[in-house]
């Protein structure tokens, strides 16, 4: 007799647990046109297209009131004198006690390319669709509701809270919503991943700059950064779906930030080799050049401009970009003091000089001043090619990061 009492207090206690629930965090019931949708979902839309929205706030209090016997956590003594939406009174132990909605407010907000035509604190709204050029936009709705409790003479204050966001995609336009040199975000456009995602393309930038100035100690910090920022975003999306479970946003990081250098570090040993070819050459033409007559003749003539086109052919060997990739590691390298003058160069494309003399002398200045400078230039290339093999470091720690990150898509650059 004892276990079956003991067994039925038991059934009793695990049936009063699970009547009592705890209410839920209150959110938003969104309805479009009629159509329920969540917070977060994305609508495709057309130019000039009008909708009406109407907005209701359920959960948290309203729970409570609405279902006591489900929410409440009253004595089975109480008494229920009225229940609802926007209140619930009870009595219990001949003391009343009442749940009241005193106000509830209600804010929309857009962007520019959606109009929201809207009476204050109205749970109903006219949206109208903007017939300007975009690709996504959206409705931000904020609901506030104030409750006041008393029991017997105490007086207490409750406010609950809920935001909902409703995205809107012109149909047939791209939903790409941030776009820069590594980055690329399509989907339903969200202003905290915006700010981190330009944080992200900051440090792109600032990884990237170190390397090229080789400030291999900044760029150790800066790759530690970059990876706290990638998942900073990650930590952003997965926050939004929590209240917004239908959030979508596509994210492509594009390359990486070693790609430039890394691409120069492997055109630095043919370039260091064709210049290392242009000493003798230099050296060669000199010679030759003191052999020419003072006085033009056409056979002088002709042997400048053949000379004048060995010069310009050693030029047109060099790996492209040569001079933009040189510039960038060795900015003092003043690269007008390399190449032929142009007013020398055209002489090589006319196949004729207008003035013998003045071209004798000119090409013999620059040959000069090329024979001199060419072994101080050859050291600074040999330092850059070797000082920059660092970048293969940080180019494969880079690598095997941004191949682990599976919740994002990365494209790389490089075959």
Same mark, same amino acid.
């Given at each position: 007799?004892?276990?079956?009492f003991f067994i039925?207090?038991?059934?009793?206690?695990?049936?009063?647990?699970?009547?009592?629930?705890?209410?839920?965090?209150?959110?938003?019931?969104?309805?479009?046109?009629?159509?329920?949708?969540?917070?977060?979902?994305?609508?495709?839309?057309?130019?000039?297209?009008?909708?009406?929205?109407?907005?209701?706030?359920?959960?948290?209090?309203?729970?409570?009131?609405?279902?006591?016997?489900?929410?409440?956590?009253?004595?089975?003594?109480?008494?229920?004198?009225?229940?609802?939406?926007?209140?619930?009174?009870?009595?219990?132990?001949?003391?009343?006690?009442?749940?009241?909605?005193?106000?509830?407010?209600? $804010?929309?907000? &857009?962007?520019?390319? =959606? +109009?929201?035509?809207?009476?204050?604190?109205?749970? *109903? @709204?006219?949206?109208?669709? !903007?017939?300007?050029?975009?690709?996504?936009?959206?409705?931000?709705?904020?609901?506030?509701?104030?409750?006041?409790?008393?029991?017997?003479?105490?007086?207490?204050?409750?406010?609950?809270?809920?935001?909902?966001?409703?995205?809107?995609k012109v149909a047939?336009?791209?939903?790409?919503?941030?776009?820069?040199?590594?980055?690329?975000?399509?989907?339903?456009?969200?202003?905290?991943?915006?700010?981190?995602?330009?944080?992200?393309?900051?440090?792109?930038?600032?990884?990237?700059?170190?390397?090229?100035?080789?400030?291999?100690?900044?760029?150790?910090?800066?790759?530690?950064? $970059?990876?706290? &920022?990638?998942?900073? =975003? +990650?930590?952003?999306?997965?926050?939004?779906?929590? *209240? @917004?479970?239908?959030?979508? !946003?596509?994210?492509?990081?594009?390359?990486?930030?070693?790609?430039?250098?890394?691409?120069?570090?492997?055109?630095?040993?043919?370039?260091?080799?064709?210049?290392?070819?242009?000493?003798?050459?230099?050296?060669?033409?000199?010679?030759?050049?003191?052999?020419?007559?003072?006085?033009?003749?056409?056979?002088?003539?002709?042997?400048?401009?053949?000379?004048?086109?060995?010069?310009?052919?050693?030029?047109?060997?060099?790996?492209?970009?040569?001079?933009?990739?040189?510039?960038?590691?060795?900015?003092?390298?003043?690269?007008?003091?390399?190449?032929?003058?142009?007013?020398?160069?055209?002489? &090589?494309?006319?196949?004729?000089?207008?003035?013998?003399?003045?071209?004798?002398?000119?090409?013999?200045?620059?040959?000069?001043?090329?024979?001199?400078?060419?072994?101080?230039?050859?050291?600074?290339?040999?330092?850059?090619?070797?000082?920059?093999?660092?970048?293969?470091?940080?180019?494969?720690?880079?690598?095997?990061?941004?191949?682990?990150?599976?919740?994002?898509?990365w494209k790389n650059?490089?075959?």
């Amino acid at each position: 007799m004892k276990r079956f009492f003991f067994i039925l207090v038991m059934v009793t206690q695990l049936g009063n647990l699970f009547a009592i629930q705890p209410s839920r965090k209150p959110f938003l019931q969104i309805k479009i046109d009629g159509k329920a949708y969540k917070n977060g979902d994305n609508l495709t839309v057309i130019s000039d297209q009008k909708l009406m929205i109407s907005i209701e706030l359920v959960g948290g209090r309203k729970d409570f009131c609405k279902f006591p016997d489900t929410y409440a956590d009253i004595s089975g003594t109480a008494q229920i004198l009225s229940r609802g939406s926007n209140g619930l009174t009870y009595e219990s132990d001949g003391v009343k006690s009442e749940w009241k909605l005193l106000n509830e407010t209600v $804010l929309f907000s &857009a962007d520019e390319f =959606v +109009k929201v035509n809207s009476q204050p604190n109205q749970s *109903t @709204a006219e949206i109208i669709i !903007s017939n300007a050029k975009f690709s996504q936009s959206f409705v931000k709705i904020a609901v506030k509701a104030n409750w006041q409790f008393t029991h017997a003479d105490k007086i207490t204050m409750e406010e609950n809270t809920a935001e909902g966001t409703i995205y809107f995609k012109v149909a047939g336009t791209s939903d790409v919503w941030f776009s820069s040199k590594n980055i690329q975000a399509n989907g339903m456009k969200n202003d905290e991943i915006l700010e981190k995602l330009t944080v992200v393309q900051s440090e792109f930038d600032s990884i990237e700059s170190s390397l090229i100035k080789m400030k291999f100690s900044a760029v150790q910090q800066s790759v530690r950064t $970059l990876q706290t &920022a990638v998942n900073e =975003v +990650k930590s952003t999306i997965d926050n939004i779906k929590l *209240t @917004a479970p239908s959030y979508q !946003s596509h994210i492509v990081f594009i390359g990486l930030p070693t790609d430039i250098p890394y691409q120069d570090l492997g055109k630095l040993p043919e370039i260091k080799m064709i210049w290392a070819d242009s000493e003798t050459l230099m050296q060669d033409l000199k010679m030759q050049l003191g052999k020419l007559l003072a006085d033009p003749s056409k056979e002088s003539k002709n042997e400048l401009i053949s000379l004048v086109q060995k010069c310009v052919d050693w030029q047109y060997k060099l790996p492209e970009n040569t001079f933009v990739i040189l510039s960038r590691y060795l900015p003092d390298l003043t690269v007008e003091t390399i190449k032929l003058p142009k007013k020398i160069h055209s002489i &090589a494309e006319d196949k004729t000089i207008a003035d013998y003399t003045q071209t004798l002398n000119d090409f013999g200045t620059f040959l000069d001043h090329r024979i001199e400078q060419i072994p101080v230039e050859l050291q600074k290339i040999s330092s850059t090619q070797s000082r920059i093999q660092a970048v293969r470091l940080f180019d494969g720690m880079l690598r095997s990061y941004f191949s682990s990150v599976n919740w994002a898509e990365w494209k790389n650059t490089r075959e």
